[in-house]
């Protein structure tokens, strides 16, 4: 077998974490962690699974971010109830919008440059390194070719756990799958936004900013995701302005 054909069927076998994200559903959706009920911990879940902490830590982050659990800072994880997100009915009949990508990502800009610094600040070293442990996971998948999107989620989202403030992570999860544009299941994802050039560009844009969150530098670290979200936000201006000529012509 060749190392092309090696990489196709590692990408084409489950990830640990997607049947972690799997099972957790199915319990949920059977009743057996009711809304509003607590999660076991991140250490039982290792037991229970089989599986390390980076892997269960990244399906709870894609959990979070479809709106299924909610992490309160020194409580634990829970159910999210029926209750619709604060953020959910925001633009939903025009969702598939680039307008609507470039405010998610000006709302997350007001939000994380400042929660950078805070993580910059406060991180622990057990939450400096689950970053990097999602930061890794992200280049894993990065050369395996597969979707990086909820890994995405789970670098932003383990800086705003950095914070200490359970509030950053509780804005990301309400705004769920629309908090990462290129990923694979959000509504602007698309070949354009997903080759390997532009992941790979992502993921040097999130190393400048965890190496400034490590370095306890939280002036360099607001202005790393200060540069990253501008960056996107300037690439879904462009898509528009393409998207406009292209109507126009």
């Known amino acids: 077998m060749s190392l092309h054909d090696e990489a196709f069927a590692a990408a084409r076998k489950p990830k640990l974490a997607d049947l972690v994200i799997g099972t957790l559903r199915k319990r949920i959706r059977a009743g057996e962690y009711r809304a509003g009920g607590k999660l076991p911990t991140e250490s039982q879940m290792t037991t229970i699974f089989g599986v390390s902490r980076t ?15 909610q992490s309160r800072q020194g409580a634990g994880v829970f159910v999210v109830g029926s209750a619709a997100s604060p953020f959910s009915e925001i633009g ?12 998610v ?60 403030n359970p509030f950053y992570i509780e804005v990301l999860d309400g705004l769920g799958s629309r908090t990462i544009p290129c990923d694979v299941a959000s509504p602007w994802g ?4 997903l080759t390997f050039e532009y992941q790979a560009g992502l993921q040097q844009e999130h ?3 965890i190496k400034a969150i490590s370095a ?34």
Do not use: C
Not at 122 to 139: C, D, G, L, P, Y
Not at 190 to 193: A, D, F, I, K, L
């Open 105 to 164: 990502l000006e709302v997350r800009m007001g939000i994380e440059i400042e929660a950078a610094g805070l993580a910059a600040q406060r991180r622990s070293a057990s939450q400096e390194a689950a970053i990097q442990e999602a930061w890794n996971e992200f280049e894993r998948l990065l050369k395996l070719g597969t979707p990086t999107g909820k890994t995405d989620f789970a670098i932003h989202r383990a800086i705003a756990a950095a914070t200490n």
């Open 190 to 193: 698309t070949e354009s936004v």
């Open 207 to 209: 190393l400048k900013i």
């Open 92 to 103: 939903a009949e025009k969702s598939n919008k680039i307008s609507v990508a470039i405010n």
């Open 216 to 249: 306890q530098d939280a002036d360099a670290a607001r202005e790393a995701m200060r540069q990253h979200l501008s960056l996107s936000q300037e690439r879904y201006r462009n898509r528009l302005r393409e998207q406009t000529h292209s109507n126009q012509d």
């Open 55 to 69: 892997v269960v830590r990244e399906a709870i982050a894609a959990l979070a971010a479809d709106g299924l659990v």
